[in-house]
RNA sequence: GGCGAGAUGGCCAAGUGGUAAGGCAGAAGUCUGCAAAACUUCCAUUCGCGGGUUCGAUUCCCGCUCUCGCCUCCA
């Protein structure tokens, strides 16, 4: 049996998975904000969370995983009101293209989908346990805060102290940059570090506000993600996930929330992804670099082939996305297409799998027990591939069979399903099939010379005839 | 300014105190009327630069150069 390693953001080490208590793994993720096509940097967070679970299961644990869909934040209100739709209508358009994404890249459906509008009154009473604790006050306004000096273990999982936080104007003056802040709904804090657990009505909010103790208005965004992981896996659970941008302040101030509402430590394990760049640099709408799943699909690139380059470095690092990447992940995974057509034979790779099952593909599930070395266990999965390839004959019943269902569960930690390929349905002229099935009748004919000269036609009218025993294929040149 | 990550063959990318996985691309061959596909073989005496520790460093230490990310609501 492997064990799963898993580095946590805290404490900064490889540590053991294993489930706090009982005999499953609690593991929240961070889900979208669903006011907008997600892109790839997102998905790289989502298909990593995915490869976790994936390995963990495979080594037999059980895992009971929560991702939350964000429909009530700044941005979805912001936008569905310039769209002059409700918050509903305009979320859950978005939610069901994320779906439909996340279903493209063969991500495993969560066991729980919370979202953060079902989840008003359970953060309302959070806010009310915060100020009866003394964590929390509420201002004139109406809105509440979490008093950050009440909790002497603020900034342990950022390490706070050792950052030396500046305010914005000393990073402006350096040459840094720092994000506009709506300061409009947080002058009234008794500090600037507070942040808002309750922000109270706005007239650009619209018809977006609840009813609460300090009167109409809306959950501060942290608030929401430690509400729905208390209901959904307790007051204390194993794993935490999300994009490396969310360990500060996010994740900081869900730990604050929580474990002071809770009275119990938050969560035991971290596990941030880190951002992915495009052409080596930041991803950002100004730099035209952001691409969706609808934009790579255009370009012919499938799910699969971006899943693939997703896996190709290890999460812990910038990995670097560049349209080329998708070109060598696509041949990779024809090889793997490959192997699988001559491997024969139908295995289905299911959750239950023990790690026995690996059989001589023990060694992927090794690399991908040691921190999700998704690199390292692709790098193995090839090598494993290459020398059965040559001893395939030589292989008795017993060792295909080992091999086939070995294969299948590697396959299925890395979500790959290997699906024949679509074909881009790009239309054929019909004079180019008219010329290509004449050269078939001259091919059967054995008129190589007139089959050579309307190749060469083909050729020249963007098109490249492939032959295969049964017929020939048309692909544009 | 503070914190952090990184620099490995044409590209991408693992890894280890004992002499560089894997993928893509490229080359040759088998096959094919020719192609394509597939398969086989080949493809870094070398891991940013300069020192040091060591029998031995790409891997440990020091210095330097460069790149990139984060620094309050962006996965």
């Not at 969310?246 to 971290?270: K, M």
């Not at 495009?278 to 934009?295: E, I, P």
């Not at 995974?333 to 059989?359: H, I, M, T, W, Y």
């Not at 390929?421 to 007139?450: C, G, H, L, N, S």
């Amino acid at each position: 049996m492997s064990h799963l390693q898993l580095f946590d953001s805290q404490t900064r080490q490889n540590q053991p998975v294993k489930p706090i208590e009982g005999d499953t793994l609690g593991f929240y993720c961070c889900g979208p904000t669903v006011y907008g096509p997600a892109h790839i940097g997102n998905f790289r967070t989502f298909v990593m969370q995915d490869v976790f679970r994936r390995v963990a299961e495979s080594t037999g644990l059980k895992v009971r995983h929560v991702r939350n869909i964000t429909d009530l934040d700044d941005k979805t209100i912001r936008q569905s009101q310039e769209q002059s739709m409700s918050l509903g209508d305009f979320t859950s358009g978005w939610t069901e293209k994320f779906h439909a994404d996340a279903e493209a890249l063969n991500l495993l459906q969560p066991h729980v989908e919370p979202s953060a509008v079902e989840h008003i009154p359970e953060q309302i009473e959070m806010i009310e346990t915060l100020i009866e604790k003394g964590y929390a006050y509420a201002t004139d306004e109406g809105s509440v805060y979490f008093r950050v000096d009440s909790f002497e273990d603020y900034g342990r999982l950022s390490r706070l102290k050792e950052r030396e936080i500046t305010t914005g104007t000393e990073i402006a003056k350096s040459g840094g940059s720092v994000s506009e802040r709506e300061d409009s709904d947080e002058y009234e804090r008794d500090s600037a570090a507070d942040f808002v657990l309750w922000k109270s009505r706005k007239d650009e909010d619209g018809p977006n506000y609840w009813d609460s103790p300090w009167g109409a208005g809306r959950p501060g965004w942290h608030l929401e993600c430690s509400a729905m992981c208390k209901k959904h896996l307790g007051d204390s659970f194993d794993i935490h996930s999300g994009g490396e941008d969310l360990l500060f302040p996010h994740h900081e101030n869900e730990i604050a929330q929580s474990e002071c509402c809770n009275g119990a430590t938050f969560v035991h394990h971290w596990f941030h992804i880190t951002h992915l760049m495009v052409d080596a640099k930041k991803m950002s709408k100004s730099l035209g670099n952001l691409y969706t799943l609808a934009d790579l699909d255009e370009k012919g690139h499938s799910a699969e082939v971006v899943r693939y380059v997703l896996l190709s470095g290890s999460y812990r690092q910038q990995l670097n996305f560049t349209l080329d990447s998708l070109d060598a992940a696509g041949s990779a995974l024809r090889k793997l297409r490959d192997f699988q057509e001559k491997l024969g034979g139908e295995v289905a790779p299911n959750a239950a799998a023990s790690a026995e099952a690996f059989g001589p593909f023990q060694p992927v599930l090794d690399a991908l027990c040691l921190d999700l070395n998704t690199a390292d266990a692709l790098g193995k999965l090839f090598s494993i591939v290459k020398t059965t390839q040559k001893q395939l004959d030589s292989l008795s019943d017993d060792e295909l069979e080992a091999t086939r269902r070995g294969f299948a569960h590697s396959l299925y930690a890395f979500g790959f399903s290997l699906a024949a390929t679509d074909e881009p349905a790009t239309d054929i002229p019909a004079e180019v099939q008219e010329m290509a099935e004449q050269r078939w009748q001259a091919k059967a004919d054995k008129d190589w010379a007139k089959c050579d000269e309307l190749r060469d036609q083909i050729k020249a009218a963007g098109w490249v005839v492939k032959d295969s025993k049964d017929g020939f294929e048309l692909e544009p040149a």
